[in-house]
């Protein structure tokens, strides 16, 4: 199977959490969020390299997180953006050209190596790809506090990150989105821009973004819960 390079954002500031710092720093049994996040790809043998993109001022500590934990597979650490767009265009822009890229939040700890080897199986067919569930909520369309649809949720998936492109076409659909003045908030969404196909791998409800403060109490039970399951 092909391999592949990551662009992992972690530029952001958290502010949801209400930490009052970034989230990447926060630990979950007594380990960084980004280093949960990274360790995946250091111990993946199918990611031949990570691009990192991190706060300017935080880059030295992150720099310190990646010798003391011996994550060695990140090869570029780069300035993040305003945006989360921004911050994945800029890693984009600083890996060599070609294959295949994943992009996955460094907020997302909890992906499985079976599901990121499945996304890439898909994008090195289909060009893209992205891991996602079912929804198991009743969702509804709201406006002005009154619900005004219920929408059918047969068809409805709740999108995560990895997502799988071939580095070129995700590439060039970014600095035609930044033409354009297009705003997104995944990257399946940059290529959906442009025309082109993005499939769907089933993901699991494991992986969970780390957003607000109870997620870190859902991100320590699923640690405690794996870590029994290995015995
Ligand atoms: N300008 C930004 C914004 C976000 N991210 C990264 O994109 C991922 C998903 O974003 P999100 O969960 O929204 O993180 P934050 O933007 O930090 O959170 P908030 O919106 O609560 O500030 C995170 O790993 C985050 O660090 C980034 O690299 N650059
Ligand atoms: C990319 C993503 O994780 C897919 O669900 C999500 O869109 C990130 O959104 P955020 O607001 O930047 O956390």
């Not at 280093?35 to 030295?60: A, G, K, M, W, Y």
């Not at 600083?94 to 997302?108: P, Q």
């Not at 821009?193 to 991100?219: L, Q, R, S």
Request: hydrophobic residues 40%.
């Amino acid at each position: 199977m092909e391999k592949y390079t990551v662009v992992i954002p972690a530029a952001g500031q958290g502010k949801r959490m209400n930490a009052g710092m970034n989230k990447q720093f926060i630990c979950m049994d007594h380990i960084p969020l980004l280093i949960h996040t990274l360790r995946v790809f250091e111990e993946d043998l199918l990611c031949r390299s990570i691009v990192l993109v991190v706060n300017p001022d935080e880059r030295n500590a992150v720099a310190e997180l990646l010798q003391d934990y011996n994550i060695r597979k990140v090869g570029k650490l780069v300035r993040g953006g305003k945006e989360r767009q921004q911050s994945v265009y800029e890693g984009l822009k600083a890996m060599e050209e070609g294959g295949i890229v994943l992009v996955h939040d460094g907020a997302r700890p909890f992906i499985d190596h079976s599901i990121i080897h499945k996304l890439v199986r898909t994008a090195g067919t289909k060009g893209a790809a992205t891991v996602a569930t079912r929804v198991k909520d009743t969702i509804k369309q709201v406006e002005a506090g009154q619900v005004k649809a219920t929408v059918d949720r047969s068809c409805l998936w709740a999108v995560q990150t990895p997502q799988a492109f071939r580095h070129t076409e995700l590439l060039e659909a970014h600095r035609k989105a930044e033409i354009e003045g297009f705003e997104a908030t995944d990257d399946a969404s940059i290529i959906e821009f442009v025309g082109a196909p993005v499939y769907i791998v089933e993901g699991d409800y494991e992986n969970i973004k780390i957003t607000t403060p109870e997620d870190i109490v859902f991100g320590e039970a699923i640690i405690s819960n794996r870590k029994e399951e290995q015995g």
